[in-house]
């Protein structure tokens, strides 16, 4: 708390502050941090812009380790700006896919030689945030005459961590649910008949990637042989390259 005071000519006394630091009292924590955008290597916060005064040069962004903090990034509000509709924004860059953070924001004030030690409290988002799960990059299937098992490919980092998980849909109108694991067996097909199929990941948080596909499976005919010699997709023509029934 600053308190100060002027006479009728507007002459302004000197400042009491109970909180004193650099010179001036001490920035407002920052507050309401959150997030507004991930993919998976950042994550995009946002808070609200602290008061004009005491004035604010810049922020300072920290992650914790045990009880220590490491700083992993700044702000500087005369470069970049500080006061973006009310709110100020920052991406942290460089992080692990689908994995949970907290960041640690800290309000400071720099005098002319860039001393920044006139610092707010460090203000942190209460629940962490994950970044971005990364989407199937293509599938494998394996089939019987009623059957096809669809596998998801690529790598899909902390599956089972929170609400991650993996999603089939299939034209026949079959779904899969969200799964913590990359394959699903779709049951009850037709003999010979070829299916289409998209899958959708998501990470801890819940939070949708667009889905991908179309991906293409085709069952068995009747007596365990192979599917025809050409599967359709929407774009050209796939030969089968086994009539073992994976494709």
């Given at each position: 708390l600053c308190v100060k005071a002027r006479n009728g000519d507007g002459v302004e006394t000197g400042e009491t502050c109970s909180d004193v630091v650099n010179g001036y009292c001490r920035i407002n924590t920052p507050t309401n941090i959150h997030h507004t955008g991930n993919t998976v290597s950042s994550i995009d916060w946002q808070w609200d812009a602290a008061p004009s005064y005491p004035p604010v040069s810049g922020y300072e962004f920290y992650k914790k380790d045990g009880s220590n903090y490491i700083k992993v990034g700044t702000k500087s509000c005369s470069v970049e700006g500080c006061?973006?509709?009310?709110?100020?924004?920052?991406?942290w860059t460089g992080l692990s896919p689908n994995s949970p953070y907290t960041i640690y924001i800290r309000a400071v004030h720099c005098d002319s030689n860039n001393n920044c030690n006139g610092g707010s409290e460090r203000g942190y988002n209460k629940t962490p945030v994950y970044t971005s799960i990364e989407s199937a990059t293509g599938h494998t299937c394996s089939a019987t005459p009623n059957s096809?098992?669809?596998?998801?490919?690529?790598?899909?980092?902390n599956l089972t961590s929170g609400s991650s998980g993996i999603y089939f849909e299939s034209n026949s109108g079959h779904k899969s649910g969200w799964l913590q694991t990359t394959s699903w067996t779709d049951i009850g097909l037709l003999p010979g008949s070829t299916y289409v199929y998209y899958i959708t990941t998501r990470n801890g948080d819940g939070d949708e990637n667009a889905k991908t596909g179309p991906y293409i499976c085709t069952t068995l005919a009747e007596g365990g042989g192979g599917p025809a010699g050409t599967c359709e997709t929407e774009s050209d023509l796939c030969k089968v390259e086994s009539v073992g029934g994976t494709y």
């Open positions: 006061s973006e509709g009310g709110s100020v924004n920052w991406t096809i098992t669809i596998t998801a490919d690529g790598t899909f980092t």
